[in-house]
């Protein structure tokens, strides 16, 4: 499963170019803030990283786009500038970049989610006062916290099956339709292990061995205990997989299985093969909602995990406001 909060961010920031589209047209708005060097000053050192007052003020531009009020809005530009530096700083830190292309194919998505391009979509921002150079920053920002995010957290993000279950079960309707459903595998891998380099007669002995266990195998209770016994048999963890996610190949192979039997055995590079089939059950939601519910949850999490890396950040940083 993908590990992913990008389109979460990214999407987050469509509802401000429902109003931003039908400004090209539109005359006497004020244009974006121009800088002017004799009043532009360093407001926040961040880690020795300033952030002018000409920075706060065209993300403050943003923000009021999208609802904040003028006070509000100031405060929460400096806030986020000064995560975005921290950011960028881990960033460079643990070695993660964006490549132009990578931003110029997320601003075409924003863009184009209300039918603009990338240079419509400028005009329209700056029409509304805001600086689209800080807006491209914004996203900059996004795109690479969220690969530091990736990269630090893909294995420890986890999403629990009954949680899944549980909001599957909150949407799903009352109008009397047919539910779908898909059958949940409770499965083992059995690997009857052949070393590197071993000839024939080696595999064609492990084939008669695994074949002679399987004719004993009557539970996955019993069975998997005497399986770790055995000499150079390996027991797999046990694993969770839905028909909807299988080859068919593989999901008629499992249906067809009994439960607390083992697949029929085959050859592959670790060896000796054979799936315990420890449990089936069918699971109301079809495929593709259940994929929408994991990684709902899995962002979820991630944020959290999230919000915890970046006061860790903040909490360590050295942040000055010289002209306080």
């Known amino acids: 499963m993908v590990f992913s909060f990008r389109h979460t961010s990214l999407f987050a920031l469509t509802a401000l170019l429902t109003f931003t589209a039908p400004l090209i047209s539109d005359e006497g708005l004020g244009g974006a803030p121009t800088a002017n060097a004799q009043s532009v000053y360093t407001a926040v050192l961040v880690n020795d990283i300033p952030i002018s007052n000409y920075d706060i003020e065209t ?25 975005e530096a921290l950011q960028r700083a881990e960033a460079r830190r643990v070695g993660i970049s964006v490549s132009q292309s990578e931003l110029d194919a997320a601003l075409q998505t924003i863009a184009s989610r209300s039918n603009l391009s990338v240079s419509q979509l400028g005009q329209a921002l700056s029409q509304r006062g805001v600086d689209f150079a800080s807006f491209r920053d914004s996203i900059e920002a996004q795109l690479l916290w969220d690969e530091v995010i990736r990269a630090r957290f893909r294995a420890t993000v986890q999403v629990d099956e009954q949680d899944v279950l549980a909001a599957l079960d909150s949407r799903t309707g009352d109008d009397g339709e047919t539910e779908l459903t898909t059958t949940e595998y409770t499965l083992r891998e059995v690997i009857f292990v052949v070393p590197e ?10 084939m008669r061995e695994a074949t002679a266990f399987r004719s004993r195998f009557e539970s996955c209770s019993a069975g998997i205990a005497s399986a770790r016994q055995l000499n150079g048999v390996v027991v797999q963890e046990e694993t969770r ?28 590079t670790e060896g000796v093969i054979m799936i ?45 406001r010289p002209n306080n």
């Open 59 to 83: 993300r403050a531009a943003l923000l009021r786009l999208q609802g904040a009020s003028g006070a509000q809005a100031r405060s929460r530009a400096e806030e986020e500038l000064i995560d």
């Open 276 to 320: 315990a089939v420890c449990n089936k059950r069918d699971v109301r939601s079809d495929a593709e909602a259940r994929r929408d519910v994991e990684s709902e949850l899995r962002n979820e999490e991630g944020l959290l995990l999230s919000r915890g890396y970046l006061r860790d950040l903040r909490a360590s940083a050295t942040i000055v």
């Open 241 to 268: 997989r839905f028909s909807a996610d299988l080859t068919a190949d593989l999901d008629q192979v499992l249906a067809e299985t009994p439960v607390g039997r083992l697949t029929a055995p085959e050859s592959s």
């Open 197 to 206: 380099g071993s000839g024939g007669n080696v595999r064609d002995q492990r």
